[in-house]
């Protein structure tokens, strides 16, 4: 048992014991080697179940929308990621900092589990699975910005290189090229909503996509519809998306949504910046798109 996986089953025994919280949030090891998943915990026996290793991908924050009309108070391991979507859903009043005993932890980058299984599988040997996974690629905030304790090693950013360098390609692209480059992108979504499901910024009680008086987009995955979805989820999350690249991660058909995120990301930084979502809480803070200024740029009306 490596020691930071001792330490996490040690904190939640205490905190399960001192009855301090009603449960706790971490990750458990899956049914295969190379998976880790999201485990919930109530009991101080239970605490066995945790660990903390290159698999522990999930963003545990998601699942706090799942008790927000509770009163339970949540013990909750986070990542650097998963941090910053806790700072979300406080910014976004959908949860209350007194509910919440928070543990950083360092991260040290996660691997691609879905990589590996299809690696061990035989149906892709050509599968990256030395390096770090796509999103931790990118990373340049591991460590968490909020918390009531810190565990393990603080890390420099992840993210090798430019950091827009690819949303400059898309940019550099001509129109027509651009809308080309979308289109069949898109033209793929199978609406499944994954990418929804799984957002710690999408965390309307009312979703504009199962409305139907108004029906503001249709339910047909035909392209029309499809990039409507997606310019409305993107505009949707940009000021408050995390960058915990779980939407990419959870599309099973591949859609490079962090492409799209990014783009925005790098707009608002520029309009209303410098500007990165979720890095710190602060008192009555807002995201740049949840407030009006009088002089905000509005040379595109
Ligand atoms: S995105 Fe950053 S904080 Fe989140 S799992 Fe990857 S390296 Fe860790
Ligand atoms: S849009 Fe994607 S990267 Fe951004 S917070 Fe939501 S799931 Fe995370
Ligand atoms: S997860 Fe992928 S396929 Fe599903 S709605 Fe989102 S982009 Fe479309």
Request: charged share 25%.
């Amino acid at each position: 048992m490596s020691e930071l996986t001792a330490r996490v089953r040690e904190i939640a025994k205490r905190l399960l014991d001192n009855q301090q919280v009603d449960v706790v949030f971490g990750w458990e090891k899956g049914t295969e080697p190379f998976s880790s998943t999201p485990v919930f915990i109530r009991r101080p026996e239970e605490a066995e179940r945790l660990v903390f290793d290159e698999f522990c991908i999930h963003n545990l924050s998601t699942y706090l929308l799942d008790y927000r009309d509770g009163s339970e108070k949540i013990g909750i391991f986070v990542k650097g990621c998963d941090s910053r979507g806790v700072v979300r859903l406080l910014e976004d009043e959908q949860f209350t900092r007194e509910r919440l005993y928070i543990i950083g932890i360092g991260c040290p980058g996660m691997k691609d589990p879905v990589a590996h299984a299809l690696a061990a599988s035989g149906l892709d040997g050509n599968q990256d699975t030395a390096g770090l996974s796509a999103k931790c690629r990118q990373c340049v905030h591991p460590n968490p910005v909020l918390y009531d304790e810190l565990l393990g090693v603080q890390q420099e950013p992840h993210l090798r290189g430019e950091r827009f360098a690819e949303v400059k390609q898309i940019e550099a692209m001509s129109t027509a090229e651009r809308y080309q480059f979308f289109a069949d992108i898109f033209s793929r979504c199978i609406r499944c909503y994954a990418c929804r499901n799984i957002c710690v910024a999408c965390n309307c009680r009312r979703c504009i996509f199962e409305e139907t008086r108004p029906q503001w987009v249709g339910r047909e995955t035909n392209l029309a519809d499809n990039m409507m979805y997606h310019v409305i989820r993107t505009m949707h999350v940009a000021g408050r998306c995390v960058e915990c690249g779980e939407c990419e991660r959870a599309c099973p058909v591949g859609i490079p949504l962090m492409l799209l995120n990014r783009k925005l990301i790098k707009d608002v930084n520029q309009l209303f910046g410098p500007y990165e979502a979720a890095l710190s809480l602060e008192e009555g803070a807002k995201p740049p798109l949840s407030r009006y200024r009088t002089d905000d740029p509005d040379n595109f009306l």
